[in-house]
C-alpha cells in the first residue's frame, strides 16, 4: 500500500512529507529550496499552491470531509482478461467515535474497459463522499481504499443499484456479512454474494491517517492525497495533478509534468480530496455510518421496507445527540476553571463546538460559548 501527498507539482510519499514536517523543514525561509524525490519545491511556491488550491482548514471542532475526485482502472492482470466488473469499496475508523472500522461501497460499475477514467455524476450510480463530519472530535482517524476487479454476479449490482437511489448520496454500507445497508434499507444479499465483496483481493489497497493531536506529528492539514500500490511508485515519478478536459468539464486527472498528457499507464490510482468545507447535505452521514457500526454487532433478517433500519437510525441520531449533548455539559463545567486566553481553554472550547456541530436534534442542542 501507499499513500502519496500532492506539494505544488511533485507527489511526496506522504511518510516522507510526515519526517520533513516533524524536522521543520516545511516551515523555511521563502527564499530556502526544499528537497523531496531529489526535486527541488520553494516556500514561496507552497505557499502560492496552498492559495491556488484553497482548502478550508481542518481540525477538532471543525467540518471535515474525505472526497474521491478521480477513479483510475489501470490494466487488469493478464489472467483476468476483457472487461471487469468493479467495485470501490472504503472504510473509516474514528478513534472516538467508531470502535470498528465501518466499511462502504462508493462505486460499482461494470463491464469496464481497462484504463478506464472512471466518474461520479448523476448519471452513474455510486458517491464520492468516503466521509462527513459537521465538527470534528476525534484526535484521529484511519480512511481506506479498496479498489476490486472481477466479474461479479448480477445479483450484487442490481442490489446495489436500488440501494445507492436509497442512501441518497451517502455509500452502501457492509455491516456485517452478508449484509448491505442504503440508507434505510437493510439486504441480505447471501453468503455466496456476500463472500464476493468481504472476501475478495483487492487490486488496489491503501489508506490515509489524519492526526490533530499527537506531542510529536504536526496536524494533518488538507490537501489532495494519491491512493496507489507500492509496486507502481515508479510510475508516478514524472507525473503531476492537473486539471484536464474541456472547458466547463475539467476533471482532476494525474498528467506528464512536461507534456500536460493525462496519465493513462499500468497502474490504478485514486485522488482523494481531505477539506473543511461545511456540507448541510450531508448531515445524515454520522446516523447512517453509526448504525452500519452498530449493526456489525447485532444485524436480523432482511428489511427491505426499511422499517426496522429506519427506526434504528432514528435512534442511533437521537442516542448520538443525547451523547454529544452529555459530552458538552461536562466540557462546559470544565472551560469555567480555565483563563479564556489560556490554550486549554481555546482546545476545550474547540472540542466543545465540535460537539455541538454533530447534534441534528433540536431537543438536545448546546448554548454557544461567547467570549
Given at each position: ?71 483510475y482502472i489501470g490494466e487488469y492482470k493478464k489472467f483476468l482478461g476483457g472487461k471487469k466488473d468493479v467495485i470501490l ?263 466543545y463546538e465540535a460537539y455541538a456541530a454533530n447534534i441534528q436534534t433540536d431537543t438536545f442542542k448546546l448554548p454557544t460559548?461567547?467570549?
Open positions: 500500500m501507499a499513500t502519496l501527498s500532492v506539494i505544488g507539482n511533485t507527489l511526496v510519499d506522504t511518510e516522507e512529507l510526515q519526517a520533513k514536517r516533524i524536522t521543520g523543514e516545511l516551515n523555511m525561509p521563502g527564499g530556502q529550496v526544499l528537497r523531496v524525490n531529489n526535486e527541488a519545491i520553494s516556500q514561496n511556491d507552497l505557499t502560492a499552491i496552498q492559495l491556488e488550491r484553497n482548502f478550508k482548514p481542518i481540525g477538532i471542532g471543525k467540518p471535515m470531509s474525505i472526497e474521491i475526485a478521480t477513479v469499496v472504503t472504510g473509516v475508523k474514528s478513534s472516538q467515535t467508531f470502535k470498528a472500522t465501518s466499511r462502504a461501497i462508493n462505486m460499482k460499475a461494470d463491464k469496464v474497459e481497462e484504463n478506464a477514467y472512471l466518474e461520479f455524476n448523476a448519471l452513474e450510480e455510486g458517491t464520492n463522499i468516503v466521509y462527513y463530519t459537521p465538527g470534528m472530535d476525534a484526535e484521529n482517524l484511519i480512511a481506506s481504499f479498496e479498489l476490486m476487479f472481477d466479474n461479479f454476479d448480477t445479483q450484487i449490482f442490481e442490489t446495489l443499484s436500488g440501494l445507492f437511489t436509497s442512501a441518497a448520496g451517502i455509500p452502501v454500507f457492509l455491516p456485517a456479512a452478508p449484509y448491505l445497508l442504503g440508507g434505510s434499507q437493510l439486504v441480505n444479499i447471501g453468503s455466496k454474494l456476500g463472500d464476493a465483496l468481504f472476501s475478495g483481493r483487492p487490486n488496489l489497497s491503501s489508506s490515509i491517517e489524519v492526526k490533530f493531536d499527537s506531542p510529536i506529528i504536526p496536524p494533518t492539514e488538507p490537501r489532495e492525497f494519491i491512493i496507489c500500490n507500492n509496486n507502481d511508485l515508479d510510475e508516478f515519478k514524472n507525473l503531476k495533478v492537473d486539471l484536464s478536459g474541456t472547458p466547463g468539464n475539467k476533471k482532476l486527472r494525474l498528467v506528464d509534468k512536461q507534456s500536460g498528457t493525462v496519465y493513462k499507464g499500468k497502474a490504478p490510482y485514486l485522488i482523494i480530496l481531505l477539506d473543511g468545507r461545511k456540507r448541510q447535505d450531508l448531515e445524515g452521514f454520522a446516523p447512517t455510518l453509526a448504525t452500519a457500526s452498530l449493526l456489525k454487532k447485532f444485524y436480523g433478517p432482511e428489511d427491505k421496507t426499511g422499517e426496522v433500519t429506519g427506526a434504528l437510525q432514528d435512534a442511533m441520531k437521537l442516542y448520538n445527540d443525547s451523547i454529544y449533548n452529555r459530552k458538552g455539559q461536562r466540557l462546559k463545567e470544565q472551560l469555567a476553571k480555565y483563563d479564556r486566553d489560556s490554550e486549554e481553554y481555546k482546545k476545550l472550547k474547540s472540542l460559548i461567547t467570549d
